[in-house]
Structure formats: C-alpha cells, structure tokens
C-alpha cells in the first residue's frame, strides 16, 4: 500500500516539475510566494494519491492474506492502477497543453472543443499544431514503464515472508493508515480542510496555477451553474444602464433598449469589418510593441482613427464574433452563446443595413461554433463565404490561408463595386492561431528566425515563440496586401475598413504598456482596433475607452444608415458620451470577474467572492482604492452590475 501511494505521488510530483520548469511563467518577485505555491500543490497532489489509493487499501483490508495469492485480486487491482495512471497521463497532458495554449489551467469549458461538428476541426489543429506521433508513442512507453514497475512491485512484496497481524496489531495497522489517509486527504492543520481557494493566495495566474492539482481543481469545477437571467436583478439596475445608454423611452417595466439613430443622405459607403485573430493591443506597432511587427497596421492607423483603449468583452474567439454581431457580451459559463438556441435569435444593427449586399467571409467552416446560425438566423440576406466555395487549397484545420480569403474577398468586393452595390462585410482573419500556417504570399513574405533579431527586444516584447512573431507580421502583411487590392480595385476611397482584434494572445510578461495590464489581466481584453476612412475621417487618436460591442453601431453611423440600437453598444467616436466604460469579463488566480475599465478606472468585482476593487490608472494602478473614492465605487458597481444583469437579460428576450 505505502509504495504505491509513494510511486503515485512521485507520478504527480514529476508532472508538477515539469510544469514548473517548462510552462510556469510569474510577475511575482522573491521566493516566498513560490515556496508557498510548492508547499500547497504538494498537499493538494498528496490528497489526490490518496483518494485514488482508497480502493487499493480496501481491497487490502478485505482480502487480507489473500491479497497476494489470488487472481480475483490482482487482475482487477492491475487493470485499476494501468487506468488510473492512464486517465492521469492524459489529464495531465491535455492540461499542460490547454495552459500552453490559453494561460490557464483545464476547466469543463474545454469540452466545447468536443461540440458535435466541431470535433474533426479541432483535431486538425492538435494534429497540425503539436507532434501527436510523438506524444503517442510517448505516453505509451511511459505507461508500459509505469506499469512494469507497480507489477514487479507487486510481484516483489508478494515474495516476501507472511507476517500474521491479529487482535490489536490488525487494528491497530487499520486504524493508523485509515487516520494517515483522512490526514492527508483533509490535508490542512485547520478547523476546515485544504481548498482550491487557498491557492489563490496572490493576484498571479501563475502562481495560483502553480499552486493548484490540475485534476483536482476540473472536479472542483464540473458542477457549473445553469446559465440563465435574473428579471428582479435586471430591474433593480436597469436605470443605471437606461442612463448610461441615453435610452429614448425608459421604463423599468418594458426594459426597453432602444435608441433611434437617423441616417444620412448621400453616398452610400461600403463597410468592412476585418476581425484579427488573437490581435491584441500589446503585440502591435501601434501600441509601442518593442519589436514594432505590424508596420502596415501602423500607416493605417496613423492615417484614420486609432483607439488606444478597445476591450473585447471575453477571451474567445467565438464569443468575440457573437458579442460584435449582437451587441452583446457572451456571458455563458460553459459553452459560448452561438452555441445555446435560446440566445442566438438576436435583433442586431447589421440587418438594418438596407440596401446592402451583406457578406461573411471565413477560410475554414461556419459550422465551428455554430456560428453559422449567429448570421444566418439574424441578418436577412446574409451570403457566406467559407471552406468549398474558394478555388484556393486548404492550408490548415482553419481551411484556406488568410493571403487566398482575401485574394478571393477582393474580387467579390470588386464586382460589388463595379455593379456600384454597397456592401457590409465582416472578413475573419485566422492564422495568427496554432498551428500559426504562413504562406509566401505574393511571393514576398519571409519568416524571421532568432539570429535575425534583437533577443532583449524580443523578450520585451512578450511574444512566446517566434512562430508567434512570425504570424503577427503575416497578419500585418495580408493587411497591406488587403488595401492594395482595395486600392487597385477601385473601392477603396468609399470603404469604411473597421479593423479590430477579437483577444489578446498569450505572451510572456511585458511591461512597456502605459499601465500594468499583464498583472491587471486586463491585457488579455486589450485589444487592437482603428478605423481607416480618409473620406470621412481625419487622423486622431482617441483615448476614451470602447468596446467590440460599439463596432455596429460605430459603422451604421458612419455610414449614415438609420437604425434601432437594441444592443448595449454606442457610437465610439460620439464626443457627448462622457465616462464611457468597457465592460469585460475574464478569470483571475482562475476566479471569474465582471469589469467596467475606463481611461481612469477599473473596477471589478469576483463572482465567487462577490468582493470588488477599484484601480486608478492615473495612481497606483495595482492598488485597490475603494475605501479612497467611495462614490466612484458605488457608481461604478451599479453600472458593472447593470451590465451584467441587462446581458443575461437580452440574451435571451432580444429576439426579433
């Protein structure tokens, strides 16, 4: 019993090293807190032997002298202990992976990954993105070693002399390993016994991660409450938000939303949306990135309208194309709002552009996310573009390469222009994502390896690899190669390009950005997003915040089209809109918060503590200064509760 607890315990201990040695990444200085981290991982990875030992030293306790001479025995107990090490390996793996991947340790969330229609996709992308041979044989070497080595074991102790135990000595063994299990798995010299929550004992992801067992914190994790709304909640705030909005006719009894915008007469101008994949503010030229990678990107955006303070309401990419399209934050736990019936049916401002030709253009399938169903069931008319329809070849699991989606986009838009057809196109970018596939392009797109840079720059710079680097200058390549078609095309002086990133990628920590946003997390929302019209629009920088959920109604007004504003968005260049707020949600130390982040402030609130904080941008940005601006707290709580509660409200009772 003790040596298979101990080669178990060791199994984990192992994993945990690599993690620590391969993966771990912290803003944190000293050692302290990383001690600590250690010393509550190897409690937590102790109550996890345990727990999975218990059946092991029942069966001793049962069998007793049989335990080593009958067959009943040993089969069921090596097929036990072969499936515990195999459900580990693969826990463990799948784990480390999803925190190579995202920052963050494995949740039940990760199961959308295995929504029906969705799983071959997903499969390409490990498939091309990690070397599964490898890691296949791998594990399976690794778990014909484990398994050799519980069998000798038990072949070995088995040999050994019988020592009889009755009367006092028998119980006495019992009730010593029964006290050393429910020690260790209570795991804590305290009145209650070890949790997830004491890992979380600084604001670093990385430590609280570090701190955590992976297995044990998804099981923590599986009972997910019901996503639904709160009708008494919504009205209690509704004001704050009716307020905040200017909403035409409000009333706590209707719940109305609505604001009429009037058009304008004239021209009517094209608009494209172009959705940058993994985009965020801190890996661009525009925000001061030391390795200035997207110089295309810049000379748009010194030339049109810069936002330096955009936040996307979550970090996904498919709640990013919800929340835009809808005007809504995805605030669902589990499984991302295009995926929920209930919340698809939207009335959204893009259906309101009349007249319009209306595309959607994606390399791979819309069937990823269902999100097929966010445009198809929304805007009347809609005509989709994706895997099939392009002459060009699939270049990965996201189907053809960004330079063939928009060689061919081009020439939808040029025939739309000839036939002097406006259009609204939203054109999804994706290979600034693993399996980061780059082509030559024109014939003209190198990659840079790390003797052609600056290695203190690059570490300044954040990026974790560089096929992370070298797919941010592809992006930014496709971009100019985007407005030369434009340009050579003939539609690019009546186009409005609205270019904007769905989230951050993960980086390691940097710190060249005007305020802490790696250790705030709020860098994970912070994302890139200009507007290029030289028609309609002279070069500035805008320093207010704003969010994905302002896009439409920033392009239906800019283009001058009339239309009913149900969302929670506003026009992002209306100078009468004053304190404006994003609001965002994301995890911290693995705890969800919701957000309102401004120029000055952030304030946020834990949902599972329900304690909130307020930041100062223009102070000590890491300092809660709650207790310091007591009514800008409560006024920043009402909205951030108003936000929240009139979400779940319309994401279900917005329909058409």
């Not at 309401?313 to 809808?326: C, D, N």
Request: proline share 5%; net charge positive.
């Amino acid at each position: 019993m003790i040596v298979q607890v101990l080669f178990l315990y060791l199994f984990m201990v192992v994993f945990r090293l690599v993690f620590f040695l391969f993966f771990f990444k912290t803003t944190v200085t000293g050692s302290s807190p990383i001690w600590k981290a250690w010393s509550l991982g190897l409690r937590f990875d102790l109550r996890l032997t345990l727990i999975l030992a218990v059946p092991i030293l029942l069966a001793a306790f049962i069998a007793r002298h049989h335990f080593f001479t009958k067959a009943a025995i040993r089969r069921p107990l090596f097929v036990y202990l072969f499936m515990v090490y195999l459900g580990l390996t693969v826990m463990y793996i799948f784990d480390l992976g999803h925190y190579a991947y995202l920052g963050l340790r494995m949740d039940p969330s990760v199961t959308r990954f295995l929504a029906y229609g969705e799983r071959a996709d997903n499969a390409r992308m490990l498939w091309q993105s990690y070397p599964v041979v490898r890691a296949v044989i791998g594990i399976g070497l690794f778990l014909f070693l484990i398994t050799v080595l519980f069998t000798r074991s038990y072949y070995r102790l088995g040999k050994e002399p019988a020592v009889k135990l009755g009367g006092w000595k028998y119980t006495g063994w019992v009730a010593s390993l029964v006290i050393l299990f429910a020690a260790g798995i209570y795991a804590n010299v305290a009145y209650f016994p070890l949790r997830w929550s004491q890992a979380m004992f600084t604001k670093d992801n990385g430590v609280t991660s570090l701190s955590l067992n992976p297995v044990l914190y998804y099981v923590s994790n599986m009972s997910v409450q019901k996503d639904t709304y709160d009708l008494k909640k919504t009205k209690e705030f509704y004001p704050f938000i009716a307020d905040y909005l200017k909403v035409d006719q409000p009333d706590v009894n209707t719940l109305s939303f609505v604001r009429n915008v009037p058009g304008r007469d004239g021209k009517k101008m094209n608009v494209v949306l172009v959705m940058l994949e993994s985009t965020g503010a801190a890996v661009t030229s525009m925000y001061n990135n030391p390795m200035m990678p997207t110089p295309n990107m810049k000379q748009l955006a010194d030339s049109g309208v810069l936002f330096r303070n955009f936040f996307v309401p979550a970090i996904s990419t498919a709640r990013t194309v919800y929340g835009v399209t809808t005007g809504l934050p995805d605030l669902t736990i589990t499984k991302t709002a295009s995926r929920h019936p209930q919340m698809v049916d939207q009335r959204v401002v893009m259906d309101q552009f009349k007249g319009y030709e209306k595309f959607y253009m994606l390399g791979g399938n819309t069937n990823w996310a269902n999100i097929r169903a966010v445009f198809t069931s929304n805007v009347e008319g809609i005509r989709i573009f994706e895997e099939g329809y392009y002459k060009a070849p699939k270049a990965d699991v996201w189907g053809v390469s960004d330079f063939d989606l928009i060689t061919e986009a081009d020439e939808i838009f040029r025939d739309a222009s000839n036939k002097q057809q406006p259009f609204i196109a939203f054109l999804q970018l994706a290979d600034n994502h693993p399996p980061y596939t780059t082509t030559k392009g024109r014939g003209d797109f190198k990659k840079v390896t790390e003797k052609d840079v600056d290695k203190e720059k690059f570490k300044k710079a954040g990026f974790v690899s560089m096929e992370q680097f070298n797919a941010i200058r592809y992006e930014d390549y496709n971009i100019g190669h985007l407005m030369d078609l434009a340009r050579k095309g003939g539609y690019l002086d009546n186009t409005i390009f609205i270019m904007f990133g769905d989230h951050n990628c993960t980086l390691n920590p940097y710190h060249f950005m005007p305020t802490p946003e790696y250790e705030l997390i709020s860098g994970g929302v912070h994302a890139a997003c200009f507007i290029y019209c030289p028609a309609l629009l002279k070069p500035q920088v805008v320093d207010y915040a704003v969010s994905l959920v302002d896009v439409y109604p920033t392009a239906a007004k800019l283009a001058g089209v009339p239309f009913k504003n149900y969302t929670l968005g506003q026009d992002m260049l209306d100078t009468t809109v004053t304190n404006r707020y994003a609001f965002a949600t994301y995890l911290k130390n693995l705890q969800t918060y919701i957000s309102l982040i401004g120029e000055r402030y952030q304030y946020e609130i834990n949902t599972y503590t329900h304690q909130s904080y307020l930041y100062d941008m223009k102070g000590d940005p890491l300092k809660d200064v709650k207790q310091q601006y007591p009514d800008t707290a409560k006024s920043l709580d009402n909205l951030t509760r108003a936000f929240y509660e009139s979400t779940r409200y319309l994401m279900f009772n917005n329909k058409k």
